[in-house]
């Protein structure tokens, strides 16, 4: 049987080229949980819009990441990936954190954009391992591991694919909260967990703040921290975020009003006013951002759910 794996970062691909296991294989070099996305994902001017993304906001953090370079991780899978229909059994590799569960939405929904034929799509998400307590992610597996959780893949239905690009549509849209509406899916039953996170990262009621922003501020809040220090420490105590530490530094750097510092960053007063709740984040004129497809500045999250406004 011809196959395709489709993994969800070099990070996991490392060992995995290793492990025997047969069939051929895509990375999927992609953080779709930040920056704009619409939901035309199999369109190149999509992926026009992702490097643009890349080259225009991601450089001003890490200036080696460029559209340039991301063109080079990144179109040459897609290029792979447009042989989806050739194969008989495709199979993907995902995790359970938020960036693991929109990547595989968009994965799924642009596979759904082309024409699978007889193809078969299965699955392989999981968040713990026996073998490993304290697991982080399938970057984790030794090559011999992989060939042991194989046999946990799991086939997605037509109901299936449907719910996975009902979510991307919902998500690339300019009314994200339709999410809630929803009901679970057995199929994805982290996608909740991930729902949730993402919504959080909307500006809350109590502050503007989103919810890794506040967490930001809240670990300055006792003293300066180097940044290379602080975004270790958010690398580390993340639980199912599941962000790199180029997302982390985006946030970081959308803080600047309420930080001050290079090599050591501090509160200033406008950081620790917006702990308080004395002022809002959203009324300081600050960059806006997209949060999948709309601006973050069109919700706000009162811990429960996404409130639009006017």
């Not at 502050?207 to 809240?218: D, K, T, W, Y």
Request: proline share 5%; with cysteine.
């Amino acid at each position: 049987m011809s196959e395709l794996h489709v993994l969800n970062g070099e990070g996991t691909a490392v060992n995995f080229r290793q492990s025997g296991i047969p069939g051929d294989l895509v990375v999927w070099n992609e953080a779709l949980c930040t920056g704009p996305v619409r939901g035309d994902i199999c369109f190149p001017s999509f992926w026009k819009m992702r490097a643009h993304y890349f080259d225009q906001e991601i450089s001003s953090v890490a200036p080696t990441v460029n559209a340039k370079k991301y063109r080079e991780i990144m179109i040459p899978e897609l290029h792979k990936l447009e042989a989806i229909s050739s194969y008989q059994r495709v199979t993907l590799w995902f995790e359970n954190d938020l960036f693991c569960q929109i990547n595989l939405m968009g994965v799924i929904a642009w596979m759904s954009q082309k024409t699978l034929q007889s193809t078969q799509v299965h699955l392989i998400c999981i968040n713990e391992f026996p073998a490993i307590p304290d697991f982080r992610g399938l970057g984790q597996f030794s090559p011999h591991q992989f060939q042991q959780i194989i046999s946990l893949s799991k086939l997605l239905t037509d109901d299936d694919l449907h719910r996975a690009q009902d979510v991307w549509s919902i998500y690339s849209s300019q009314q994200p909260h339709e999410l809630a509406l929803l009901s679970p899916s057995p199929a994805f039953p982290y996608w909740e967990r991930a729902r949730e996170l993402y919504f959080s990262r909307f500006p809350s009621v109590f502050n503007g703040l989103g919810a890794l922003q506040q967490r930001i501020l809240e670990m300055l809040k006792n003293g300066p921290k180097k940044a290379n220090s602080l975004i270790r420490e958010l690398l580390l105590s993340q639980g199912d975020w599941g962000l790199g530490d180029l997302q982390y530094l985006e946030i970081l750097n959308s803080l600047h009003a309420a930080i001050d510092g290079e090599n050591e960053l501090h509160l200033n007063d406008i950081g620790k006013n917006l702990l308080k709740g004395n002022l809002d984040f959203m009324s300081l004129g600050t960059d806006r951002y997209a949060l999948g497809g709309v601006l973050n500045n069109r919700y706000r999250w009162n811990g429960k759910t996404l409130i639009p406004q006017s």
